[in-house]
T-cell receptor, first 117, second 112 residues
Framework: GAVVSQHPSWVICKSGTSVKIECRSLDFQATTMFWYRQFPKQSLMLMATSNEGSKATYEQGVEKDKFLINHASLTLSTLTVTSAHPEDSSFYIC?????????????FGAGSRLTVL | DAKTTQPPSMDCAEGRAANLPCNHSTISGNEYVYWYRQIHSQGPQYIIHGLKNNETNEMASLIITEDRKSSTLILPHATLRDTAVYYCIVRDSNFGNEKLTFGTGTRLTIIP
């Protein structure tokens, strides 16, 4: 089945630094990937839609200059949290659809836990 | 996408069937019902989806009422590893509409 890999699975950084999270579709190509954020005891919130070869589409209230998304190839999307602050500490999850499947089903990565000190 | 309503939490004894309800009274004709689950500190996992017929796979069964205003996810023999938050999501399945909007889900706890 389709596999989505995220790296790193967890990261700790100092306030003010930037952190990059990678999302890879391992055995399929994905023209579109989705980035979610999840705070403790809350549901997943869609942040943005990553589009291969074009600009990402951000959900309302998500700062595009703070959360930089680059979808440089059909198997890789990256999320960079710029000038991270403690309130950016969260669980970041990406997902993609395997277009080979006739079903409109998203496969999710295992998530990346960011802690900003 | 139509809104769904789920109970916030449920308990089920290990080995018994877990029946998770979902109300989606505003569902439209071209919207499917999807179920995902999220085990603690992991990414969501797809379980099953359906339009109007009941569906079954190796993980679960999905029962959709005839008027499609509600559905039930059935885990036939729950194990401790089924403890998770279960999300019922209604979405138009047309190509180009792939993103999922998650509600608060049902926290299912399997009791030994």
């Amino acid at each position: 089945g389709a596999v989505v890999s995220q790296h790193p699975s967890w990261v700790i950084c100092k306030s003010g630094t930037s952190v990059k999270i990678e999302c890879r579709s391992l055995d399929f190509q994905a023209t579109t990937m989705f980035w979610y954020r999840q705070f403790p005891k809350q549901s997943l919130m869609l942040m943005a839609t990553s589009n291969e070869g074009s600009k990402a589409t951000y959900e309302q209230g998500v700062e595009k200059d703070k959360f930089l998304i680059n979808h440089a190839s059909l198997t890789l999307s990256t999320l960079t949290v710029t000038s991270a602050h403690p309130e950016d500490s969260s669980f970041y999850i990406c997902s993609a659809r395997d277009m080979r499947s006739g079903a409109n089903v998203l496969t999710f990565g295992a998530g990346s836990r960011l802690t900003v000190l | 996408d139509a809104k769904t309503t789920q109970p916030p939490s449920m308990d089920c004894a290990e080995g018994r069937a877990a029946n998770l309800p979902c109300n989606h009274s505003t569902i439209s004709g071209n919207e499917y019902v999807y179920w995902y689950r999220q085990i603690h500190s992991q990414g969501p996992q797809y379980i099953i989806h359906g339009l109007k017929n009941n569906e079954t796979n190796e993980m679960a069964s999905l029962i959709i009422t005839e008027d499609r205003k509600s559905s039930t996810l059935i885990l036939p023999h729950a194990t401790l590893r089924d403890t998770a938050v279960y999300y019922c999501i209604v979405r138009d399945s047309n190509f180009g509409n792939e993103k999922l909007t998650f509600g608060t889900g049902t926290r299912l706890t399997i009791i030994p």
